[in-house]
């Protein structure tokens, strides 16, 4: 599917914008069910702090509303770019559904903190991450700090510790996930034994997943080559996320690779 610069369809974007040469640029990544966004409010909202953080230019949540709904399709990826060159990138692509829910394998890595680059910034300067993950043959790397479980570098974390589900807090270090948020919310109203408490990088896990809006939940086969997997609780979560999006986008959800983790 194309690509949209500034609202044109298959524009250009200029070799030298600083979005570009020095990975200033700031992004948030939104999806369709069906052709209704889920949460797309709190996607650019979360944009619009990136974005201020970064001293990137917005340019207005109407407009980006406006170029969004001219390019909408069924069940698509919408990944939204400002660079700090001040141009607006929309990336539309069609939805994998073996990615949903499929399993992954993460790594502990130590993970300081950041002047000037908070975790609560969704920022396109990635390679690090991606390398690290390479270089130690995991799908992603599970970020932590003072032995507390922060996210992974592109997801955040569940687990199962002692029968309960437990998601780390939002303190600022890490992105406050509108999956996430969702998974909580609707655990929740499931009646699932859910907590928003730290989480310790050695605890005993029963269960362990990661959340992200392409992912929706997906279990963690391995974590430092050793095996964890999911379980009941996590496939009741992801059932309870799943009826919520039903129910906020106005049609069934299909099952996807995620429908029972492992």
């Not at 030298?16 to 939104?30: K, Q, S």
């Not at 992954?104 to 690090?128: C, D, E, F, N, Y």
């Not at 999956?179 to 655990?187: C, K, Q």
């Not at 859910?194 to 392409?214: H, W």
């Amino acid at each position: 599917m194309p690509i949209w610069v500034d609202g044109v369809e298959g524009g250009c974007i200029a070799g030298d914008d600083p979005g570009f040469t020095r990975g200033l640029n700031a992004f948030d990544t939104a999806r369709t069910y069906g052709r209704a966004p889920f949460r797309l409010a709190r996607h650019l909202a979360r944009l619009e702090a990136s974005a201020a953080t970064m001293g990137i230019p917005w340019p207005g949540r109407a407009l980006l509303e406006a170029e969004i709904a001219a390019a909408i399709d069924e069940d698509v990826i919408l990944r939204v770019t400002l660079t700090a060159g001040g141009r607006r990138v929309l990336d539309v692509k069609p939805i994998d559904p073996a990615y949903v829910g499929a399993p992954i394998t993460l790594a502990r890595v130590g993970w300081p903190a950041m002047p000037g680059l908070p975790g609560t910034v969704k920022h396109g300067s990635r390679a690090g991450w991606a390398l690290t993950a390479r270089a130690l043959g995991a799908t992603e790397i599970l970020l932590v700090r003072d032995g507390r479980v922060l996210e992974a570098n592109r997801s955040n974390v569940f687990a199962v510790v002692d029968g309960v589900i437990v998601t780390p807090p939002l303190t600022g270090e890490q992105l406050s996930g509108v999956t996430r948020g969702g998974m909580v919310e609707a655990g929740r109203r499931a009646g699932l034994p859910l907590e928003e408490a730290p989480l310790s990088a050695d605890a005993d896990f029963q269960e362990l997943y990661v959340s992200s809006t392409l992912k929706e939940l997906s279990p963690v086969s391995h974590l430092d080559g050793r095996p964890v997997g999911g379980g009941p609780l996590g496939a009741k979560l992801h059932a309870a996320f799943k009826a919520l999006v039903a129910e906020e986008c106005g049609r069934q959800v299909e099952q996807g690779a995620g429908e029972a983790p492992r």
